[in-house]
């Protein structure tokens, strides 16, 4: 049986601009898990003039003629399982057309623009509406008005944003809570309008001369304050509950 050392990424953030736009276009297209890491090997190998056969794949590596097995082949996609998962640190196209994106942690961003992008994402995860992507795409990559997507660059949006959500969850712990999504929409909405102004009211301290300066916050500025009173919140509540 022939050793072949294919060299694959381990992680996401090893992903060129390239192999990024490839994986999101393999997971925009209706394949199931072990296709989309089969595609991904062999364009990232590279494995070149391949033939599929019952019992494996005919292919060239690294100019040579080669047959790599079913077996082999499934060993060889289990390095990368983590294309099933969100990445761990957000990573985004470097470009959609000639636009540039925020950070990947979204600094840099108002947190008035997010609370925007996080009712456009949750509205997403209700209904699947591709234009809410468009949406979101517009505030990441700062854009006047909404993008006309490709399919990977819309599935490259939901991973952006849900991955940012994870490390802000992780950064926050505090504010942050675990919250299924809603399958009422108007239900949502109603829950998001007032998780909003709550928000806003904690921030302003229920002064309301200061909503503009805190809708112009960095959103992590805004974040580190929201996480803080939370604890403190948290806190005072375990102090007053001791008998």
């Not at 072990?34 to 190998?45: P, S």
């Not at 509205?123 to 997507?149: F, H, I, N, R």
């Not at 302003?204 to 604890?231: F, S």
Request: net charge negative.
């Amino acid at each position: 049986m022939q050793t072949l050392n294919l060299i694959l990424p381990t992680c996401w953030q090893e992903l060129t601009p390239a192999q990024l736009r490839y994986a999101f276009y393999l997971l925009a297209q209706e394949f199931t898990a072990a296709e989309i890491k089969t595609y991904a090997l062999v364009r990232w190998a590279p494995l070149t003039q391949v033939e599929k056969t019952d019992d494996g794949l005919f292919c060239h590596f690294e100019g040579k003629p080669c047959f790599i097995t079913s077996e082999q082949i499934a060993a060889a996609i289990k390095h990368l399982d983590w294309l099933e998962k969100l990445p761990l640190v957000p990573v985004r196209l470097p470009s959609i057309g000639k636009l540039q994106p925020v950070e990947a942690d979204l600094s840099g961003i108002t947190f008035e623009a997010f609370l925007i992008l996080e009712n456009l994402y949750q509205g997403y995860l209700v209904t699947k509406d591709q234009a809410l992507l468009s949406e979101m795409a517009a505030y990441l990559y700062q854009s006047p008005k909404p993008l006309e997507l490709a399919p990977e660059e819309a599935i490259s949006i939901f991973y952006w944003y849900a991955s940012a959500k994870q490390l802000l969850a992780r950064r926050y712990h505090n504010f942050f809570v675990n919250s299924e999504a809603e399958a009422d929409t108007t239900a949502m909405q109603e829950r998001l309008q007032q998780s909003m102004n709550n928000q806003i009211r904690a921030l302003t301290k229920g002064d309301i001369t200061k909503e503009k300066e805190v809708l112009a916050m960095d959103v992590h500025r805004a974040l580190v304050e929201l996480d803080a009173q939370a604890r403190e919140y948290e806190e005072l509540k375990k102090e007053t509950a001791k008998p």
